[in-house]
């Protein structure tokens, strides 16, 4: 979501004139889109602020801050960026930039406020082949964890006709793999009854007009809630080659009382429904989930039952997450009472129940023939990089960089737990 941002972030910049450049000392503005989802990302603004205001002894320089930002984060943003905005005011940029130093006040701030500018904006593409298109904005769940929906508001949907007629530009241009964002993109229309479709419709139009195109590309979505994961979404999904047989479905934690005192709005049995569903409907697809280790009074049996589910579904991959308190998230409250100790040894342990179910299924891929899609050199020498449909890392031996941005057919010739290399087979385009 932040790299989709910085995208229309660019434009708006571009459009008054203003240069990109990867060297700060030669910028004249000077911009951080943040993420508050973890106290880390906030501490490394805070570091990067702390330079740019040095920098300012020595020449003339604007800095500001949007993106995900808690309200306690905003107050003290005012008082260190000279520009403090939501993305929904990104279209004032340009007036706030002619007007140096002026802000939204506090009272005023409504994160998912008319949207509809915000999207209008013409995103400056960072990939000639990968395209990110927001669908929605902010989250209704309030999860006990987290600080989205203080951050980024309550759902708002895009309109359908945009988001048709993005994918639409993006396929004409030859991209190759295009992710519909939102903080939980299988509510889309919810916010909009009567008036909008909903996420399966949405996905059945897209995959429509891929059929009807005749070119070859994937869509992917993140992130999906299990509350909201009908069995219509899986179905529409198996249907058309473009939706890409990746699903992303963040558990969280594999125990009911654990789910609870998150307020994740599903248990055990609703989230193991989904991936049964998934694995008849769509056998060929991959999983990939996020974790969260030592949450507030996570005994060790409540992280046994999560291992057990990982141990069950058998994730291709898991973003497992020590938990850390988000000031502005009802847990913060909470005592954060589970040693960091502790955190580390659960995390290693899921880690390694990843590891070995990650592996089996890479090594049945081995003589098998993958697509995949081509995204850069790899670091190994002589080798490109990529993933395949289902997002498995892949490299095979080529320095044709021609190959860069393209969908072609690869042999594995060998596996490991976090990626496989293959074989080119040949050169055609997707």
Known sequence: MNLSDTERVRTVLQKMGYEPTDNEEEANILGIVACSVRQKGIDKVYGRIEKWNTMKNRKNVITFVSGCILPADRVRFLKLFDLVFTMNELPQLPEMIRQYGVVTPMKEVNPSANMEPFWEINPMRASSFEAY????????????????????????????????????????????????????????????????????????????????????????????????????????????DCLAKQIHIPIQSGDDVMLQRMNRHHNLERYRHIIQTIRRVLPTATLFTDIIVGFTHESEEEFENTRKAMEEFKYNMAY???????????????????????????????????????????????????????????????????????????????????????????????????????????????
């Open 133 to 240: 298109i927001p669908i929605q904005n902010g989250c209704n769940n309030f999860c006990t964890y987290c600080a989205v929906p203080y951050t980024r508001g309550r759902e708002v949907s895009r309109p359908s006709e945009e988001i048709l007629a993005e994918v639409k530009e993006l396929v004409e241009k030859d991209y190759k793999s295009i992710t519909l964002l939102g903080q939980n993109v299988n509510s889309y229309g919810l916010d909009k009854k009567g008036e909008e479709i909903n996420f399966a419709e949405l996905l059945r139009r897209i995959g429509e007009y891929g059929k009807a195109s005749g070119k070859e590309f994937w869509v992917y979505y993140t992130a999906p809630h299990p509350r909201d994961m009908e069995d219509e979404i899986i179905e529409v999904m198996a249907q058309y």
């Open 320 to 430: 497992i997450a020590q938990y850390s308190v988000r000031e502005g998230a009802v847990a913060s409250k909470w005592e954060d009472d589970v040693p960091k100790e502790v955190k580390r040894q659960r995390y290693h342990r899921l880690t390694e129940e990843l590891m070995k179910h990650s592996l089996v299924y890479n090594q049945a891929l081995v003589g098998t023939t993958v697509k995949m899609l081509v995204e850069d050199f790899d670091r190994k020498n002589g080798y490109l990089t990529g993933h395949t449909e289902g997002k498995i890392v892949i490299r095979f031996a080529s320095r044709d960089e021609s190959l860069i941005g393209q969908i072609v057919t690869v042999k594995v010739i060998s596996a490991t737990a976090l990626s496989i290399e293959g074989e080119l087979k040949d050169k055609r385009r997707g």
